[in-house]
């Protein structure tokens, strides 16, 4: 399964290349946007039907809060690590860090603060990150990785990863990468300015 | 994000609705995989299909590729210790 669906995005990818018509990338972004929406409509039927999903919700584990902190932490100290490796600079890395796989927001955002360049890598970075998830996630999981698992994906947690998470991580899971993916989402627009604003 | 919560609360709803007919509901999993493969197979091809993208890649591809790495490692091992703290507890790590 897990091959068949590195095969898939590989698939599309390769198709994307050499066989997409030309101006045919609107029709498509919006086939992913009904299809995701589709998939989080069938994954919340999923959770409301496979037991009592309040009672699940209240006895999610406190601990578990804790998540999306240490995963924005991680990320943005990671970041700002490899800026420091790669020579462009701290908070830079820490700013395309601070991203959490969305792509879009963080791109626009720094290309607005600190140049296109930026905006460009960090575009190009949290696009990676998105990969990465389909990927890795479902390794992780199996190898009992547990909650640290979701944290690949950063703030898409709470829409194109999730229906991995949901498949493999279990209905348990499900509810730990909404909250993951929400408070990653609230974070993403208020840190990446702020590092970026951090840039002497 | 409004619109992605809005799509999930539906299938909340129409999952209390399914409860009265099991058949169909045994049938959501199955509908979730295709889903899934149809999802990771456009956005593939939404990635190759970008010529902005795929210029990128070339030029900064190297640099984004590893950024990712360490950003993704990053959390991962920053949430680890919780991970293992919550396998810990009697019934934790098992799937609800």
């Known amino acids: 399964?897990?091959?068949?669906?590195?095969?898939?995005?590989?698939?599309?990818?390769?198709v994307g290349v050499f066989w997409l018509p030309v101006g045919s990338l609107d029709t498509v972004?919006?086939?992913?946007?009904?299809?995701?929406?589709?998939?989080?409509?069938?994954?919340?039927a999923d959770m409301a039907g496979?037991?009592?999903?309040?009672?699940?919700?209240?006895?999610?584990?406190?601990?578990?809060?804790?998540?999306?902190?240490?995963?924005?932490?991680?990320?943005?100290?990671a970041g700002a690590f490899t800026g420091q490796l790669f020579h462009i600079g701290f908070w830079q890395g820490a700013a395309i860090g601070g991203g959490m796989g969305w792509y879009s927001?963080?791109?626009?955002?720094l290309g607005q603060t600190l140049g296109a360049q930026f905006g460009a890598l960090a575009f190009l970075t949290n696009i990676f990150r998105e990969l990465y998830a389909f990927v890795l996630m479902p390794?992780?999981?199996?190898?009992?990785?547990?909650?640290?698992?979701?944290?690949?994906?950063?703030?898409?947690?709470m829409d194109t990863t999730l229906p991995i998470i949901n498949r493999y991580g279990g209905a348990e899971m499900t509810l730990v990468a909404i909250l993951h993916g929400l408070v990653c989402s609230a974070a993403v627009p208020i840190i990446v300015p702020f590092l970026a604003s951090l840039v002497h | 994000m409004i619109d992605l919560l809005l799509a999930l609360s539906a299938g909340i709803l129409f999952g209390f609705v399914l409860r009265r007919y099991p058949e169909w509901a045994k049938q959501v999993p199955l509908a979730i995989t295709v889903g899934l493969f149809a999802l990771i197979f456009t956005m593939g091809l939404q990635v190759g299909?970008?010529?902005?993208?795929?210029?990128?890649?070339m030029q900064i591809g190297?640099?984004?590729?590893?950024?990712?790495?360490?950003?993704?490692?990053?959390?991962?091992?920053?949430?680890?210790?919780?991970?293992?703290?919550?396998?810990?507890?009697?019934?934790?790590?098992?799937?609800?």
């Open chain 2, 62 to 96: 190297l640099q984004a590729a590893s950024f990712a790495l360490f950003t993704v490692c990053g959390s991962v091992l920053f949430s680890l210790p919780l991970a293992l703290w919550w396998k810990k507890k009697p019934g934790g790590g098992h799937h609800a």
């Open chain 1, 29 to 44: 972004s919006e086939g992913v946007t009904y299809t995701l929406y589709l998939l989080l409509f069938l994954i919340g």
């Open chain 1, 139 to 157: 390794f992780l999981f199996r190898r009992g990785f547990g909650p640290s698992a979701i944290t690949v994906g950063g703030a898409t947690t």
């Open chain 1, 1 to 14: 399964m897990i091959f068949a669906l590195i095969a898939t995005l590989l698939a599309g990818i390769a």
């Open chain 1, 105 to 109: 927001i963080s791109g626009v955002l």
């Open chain 1, 50 to 77: 496979s037991g009592n999903l309040w009672k699940r919700f209240r006895q999610l584990d406190r601990r578990l809060y804790l998540l999306p902190i240490l995963s924005i932490l991680g990320s943005v100290l």
């Open chain 2, 49 to 57: 299909g970008s010529s902005e993208v795929m210029n990128s890649i």
